[in-house]
């Protein structure tokens, strides 16, 4: 089968599931909570010049630096070697805004709580306040950020983009005494919020890695309900799939702590330090590597989740063979979203890198959406011409440990 039959089956499936379960209305319920127009509305002049060049990403000749009334993200990364000197590189990502929601969060609330039933006088309500403040601080496109990798080597970073998120290919020093992790802090003024220290892995070009989705494979998100996914995103403890992080743990002890791990997720960038939190919480260090098409936009966040999955995450997946081309690969996914499209997909470009895939059938009704996820069918579909032995749908994660002991050894 073709890969763009594919992805037009993939397509049809996500639109069967968000018709089924009211996606377009829940949207446009929430479309007053789209904060890109009033808040463009607030901005002075300068703000306004500086997001009318930010436009030209790194092109752009005007930049500005980071204020004490901001907030800056910067986010975990993997060092590789550069595949012509040899020399070790790494992605730096940042993300700058003001800290400052402009007056719209209470309207945002007001919204997200009517959606999920949720009264002011409920327990939950002061987590709600927080985590709706990732999607209402406003963005500073055009900005710059000092940082110092291992608080002595200086780096710039940005200016940052249409959404106010930068991305840089920066030369790293090497590693000393064994060590795979090292640390860069942001230098920034007083007052400055935010995740101010990141960590950069260093993977060298062989050995093990995993790409990792996110919601509904270790974190329960409920991707194919709205109401769910609102609730678990801004209200509810963050969860772990059962058995998850059991899995992880014991795929790390038979990789070795050497191997790298990306947390592929269809998550817009606001949710960055809530999923960074719950990653160190249960799961094995890693790039947690996310989308950027829905800042500022509750509603966005439903699209993000279920519209236009599996060539995002191909995308990212390239990237990282980029990276990383001779490291043998082990993926794992769901069933709620375009995981077994996406590994299908990347295992035909690239046989001699993925060696095993895992997908999480979920049949929680409530996330599943419709039955024909779960079908033997889609999954023959998804992974044609794929020997039998490299994928695995699987409801029961201890499953999985004799499968990936199996893989290791035989591939070792």
């Known amino acids: 089968m073709a890969p763009n039959h594919r992805r037009r089956s993939t397509l049809e499936m996500q639109k069967r ?46 930049s500005r630096t980071v204020t004490s009334q901001d907030t800056v993200w910067l986010l975990d990364n993997t060092a590789y070697r550069n595949r012509t000197s040899g020399k070790w ?58 940082a110092l990798y291992r608080n002595t080597v200086p780096l710039k970073l940005g200016p940052g983009g249409r959404q106010g998120i930068s991305s840089d290919i920066k030369k790293l020093p090497g590693i000393e005494n064994g060590e795979l992790l090292a640390p860069t802090f942001a230098d920034v003024p007083k007052g400055v919020n935010g995740v101010l220290e990141m960590r950069t892995f260093y993977a060298e070009p062989e050995g093990w890695a995993v790409i990792s989705d996110v919601d509904d494979t270790i974190k329960i998100t409920q991707t194919s309900d709205p109401i769910g996914i609102l609730r678990t995103t801004f209200v509810d403890a963050p969860s772990v799939c059962p058995g998850m992080p059991e899995l992880y743990w014991h795929i790390q002890s038979v990789i070795k702590d050497t191997s790298p791990w990306f947390y592929l997720s269809a998550s817009p960038y606001n949710l960055y330090p809530f999923l960074r939190a719950f990653r160190e919480a249960y799961y094995p260090h890693g790039t947690i590597i996310l989308r950027d098409s829905s800042w500022m936009s509750i509603p966005g966040l439903l699209s993000s989740l279920t519209l236009g999955t599996e060539e995002y995450k191909v995308d990212r997946m390239e990237k990282i063979h980029s990276w990383l081309p001779r490291r043998k690969m082990i993926l794992i996914g769901d069933s709620t979203q375009s995981d077994p499209e996406s590994y299908g997909e990347i295992y035909r470009t690239y046989p001699d890198w993925v060696k095993v895939i895992l997908i999480r059938k979920v049949e929680d009704i409530a996330a599943i959406g419709i039955d024909s996820k779960n079908q033997p069918e889609r999954f023959e579909e998804a992974f044609e011409g794929i020997p039998k032995d490299v994928w695995h749908v699987f409801t029961d994660p201890a499953e999985c440990a004799k499968i990936i002991d199996n893989t290791v050894a035989s591939a070792s």
């Open 89 to 146: 590189e790494a992605e730096y990502v940042a993300a700058i805004f003001s800290q400052h929601s402009s007056g719209v969060i209470s309207d945002a609330m007001s919204m997200i709580a009517k959606q999920i039933g949720l009264d002011e006088r409920d327990p939950n309500w002061p987590t709600l306040e927080e985590r709706t403040k990732l999607f209402t601080q406003t963005i500073k496109p055009a900005t710059t950020v000092k």
């Open 17 to 62: 599931t968000r018709k089924e379960h009211g996606f377009d209305k829940t949207e446009s319920d929430l479309s007053s909570t789209d904060f890109s127009t009033a808040i463009s509305a607030k901005l002075s002049a300068s703000d306004k010049f500086y997001d009318a060049f930010s436009y030209l990403g790194k092109k752009n000749p005007f």
